[in-house]
T-cell receptor, first 110, second 115 residues
Framework: TQLLEQSPQFLSIQEGENLTVYCNSSSVFSSLQWYRQEPGEGPVLLVTVVTGGEVKKLKRLTFQFGDARKDSSLHITAAQPGDTGLYLCAVASGTYKYIFGTGTRLKVLA | ETGVTQTPRHLVMGMTNKKSLKCEQHLGHNAMYWYKQSAKKPLELMFVYNFKEQTENNSVPSRFSPECPNSSHLFLHLHTLQPEDSALYLC??????????????FGSGTRLTVV
């Protein structure tokens, strides 16, 4: 069974700080997605990465897919309270489904 | 108008009740999914429908019964649930099957409490 481990599990930081969260597995994946889930809402897709070593930027968010396609990181520059939420990574498992990681719960304090 | 609409947003039901969760999307997506999100556990896939046909039942207990009358609507019928079934139930749809290229569009979920 594939298992996606995300770290840290919880993170509380001050506005303006930088942070990095990680998604790791022992398996190789063809693609990986990052989602953000705000309280009381469903997850929203942020990015899909497909190529080993790929880097994608979304405003202050930088996503990197590991060279071996086993892991990924999400870096946030100058975090803002609006970045607060649960960050989930997800990978394809079999034909029909994605499996999700355990999530990193981020809180950015004003 | 958001892409995927779930109703109700909150539901409290007794263990002997029967209720249904509804999901609706008008994005033109052909695949729809039910996920369960419990505290401290990863999102768990329950059911997958592709072009109204169920393609995955992820070993879900029979007290959960899905129904997909068309590509835009998905229901989850609930009966004789247990307290451990209390969770956030999320519906999702995808443009491409399994969402590999474009990801999932999730609804806001139904927060279910079984008492």
């Amino acid at each position: 069974t594939q298992l996606l481990e995300q770290s840290p599990q919880f993170l509380s930081i001050q506005e303006g700080e930088n942070l990095t969260v990680y998604c790791n597995s022992s398996s190789v994946f063809s693609s990986l997605q990052w989602y953000r889930q705000e309280p009381g809402e469903g997850p929203v897709l942020l990015v899909t990465v497909v190529t080993g070593g790929e880097v994608k930027k979304l405003k202050r968010l930088t996503f990197q897919f590991g060279d071996a396609r086993k892991d990924s990181s999400l870096h946030i520059t100058a975090a803002q309270p609006g970045d607060t939420g649960l960050y989930l990574c997800a990978v394809a498992s079999g034909t029909y489904k994605y499996i999700f990681g355990t999530g990193t719960r981020l809180k950015v304090l004003a | 108008e958001t892409g995927v609409t779930q109703t109700p947003r909150h539901l409290v039901m007794g263990m002997t009740n029967k209720k249904s969760l509804k999901c609706e999307q008008h994005l033109g997506h052909n695949a729809m999914y039910w996920y369960k999100q419990s505290a401290k556990k990863p999102l768990e896939l329950m059911f997958v429908y592709n072009f109204k046909e169920q393609t995955e039942n992820n070993s879900v207990p029979s007290r959960f019964s899905p129904e997909c009358p068309n590509s835009s609507h998905l229901f989850l019928h609930l009966h004789t649930l247990q307290p451990e079934d209390s969770a956030l139930y999320l519906c999702a749809s995808s443009q491409d099957f399994a969402g590999r290229m474009y990801g999932y569009t999730f609804g806001s979920g139904t927060r279910l409490t079984v008492v």
